[in-house]
């Protein structure tokens, strides 16, 4: 089984922080995606990162795709309550996506 | 918008029961997948159907069978509940091959 290896799995932090979480495999990806998803419902989408180096931004999101295509980050600035959630990264195949085990954040008022 | 739904929300269930969870996509997509969401497992494919009439094996399909009944709806059937089918299970769907997907908002389901 080829799960995407995330981390921290858990990260408790203030309002204001910032953080950097990561999805590593051994493999090379085609693209890769981050979704989040907020408790009782399904996963959302976040950004999807194709090219190797590549930097995209959503407003205080930063995500970058490693040069290799092996792994991938995510950078909060100014965390917000709000950004609380399970982060969880994808890598898909031809109609089929392998999820990685998802970093729990819970940024405190 | 719609987009993908599922039935139950929750669902109890006996050991050797049978039961199955309904979805439903109103965006046209070809492709739907049922997901089965476990504590530090992430998401694990269980059924996918990359088009109408056709359904494939993900990563964990014992235990579970799959219709694709039309383009829109893809039910997932649990023949006789095991214990260790208790999860949250995920339906979702995407208009192209490893495009975005939209899931649905889960079935929490217990077999005792």
């Known amino acids: 089984t080829q799960l995407l290896e995330q981390s921290p799995q858990f990260l408790s932090i203030q309002e204001g922080e910032n953080l950097t979480v990561y999805c590593n495999s051994s493999?090379?990806?085609?693209?890769l995606q981050w979704y989040r998803q907020e408790p009782g419902e399904g996963p959302v989408l976040l950004v999807t990162?194709?090219?190797?180096?590549e930097v995209k931004k959503l407003k205080r999101l930063t995500f970058q795709f490693g040069d290799a295509r092996k792994d991938s980050s995510l950078h909060i600035t100014a965390a917000q309550p709000g950004d609380t959630g399970l982060y969880l990264c994808?890598?898909?195949?031809?109609?089929?996506?392998?999820f990685g085990t998802g970093t729990r954040l819970k940024v405190l008022a | 918008n719609a987009g993908v739904t599922q039935t139950p929300k929750f669902q109890v269930l006996k050991t050797g029961q049978s039961m199955t969870l309904q979805c439903a996509q109103d965006?046209?997509?070809?492709?739907m997948y049922w997901y089965r969401q476990d504590p530090g497992m992430g998401l694990r494919l269980i059924y996918y159907?990359?088009?109408?009439?056709?359904?494939d094996k993900g990563e964990v399909p014992n235990g579970y069978n799959v219709s694709r009944l039309n383009k829109r709806e893809f039910s997932l059937r649990l023949e006789s509940a095991a214990p260790s089918q208790t999860s949250v299970y995920f339906c979702?769907?995407?208009?192209?091959?490893?495009?975005?997907?939209?899931f649905g908002p889960g079935t929490r389901l217990t077999v005792t």
């Open positions: 979702a769907s995407s208009g192209q091959a490893a495009g975005e997907q939209y």
């Open positions: 493999s090379v990806f085609s693209s």
């Open positions: 990162v194709v090219t190797g180096g």
């Open positions: 994808a890598r898909s195949g031809t109609y089929k996506y392998i």
């Open positions: 965006m046209n997509h070809n492709s």
């Open positions: 159907s990359a088009s109408e009439g056709t359904t």
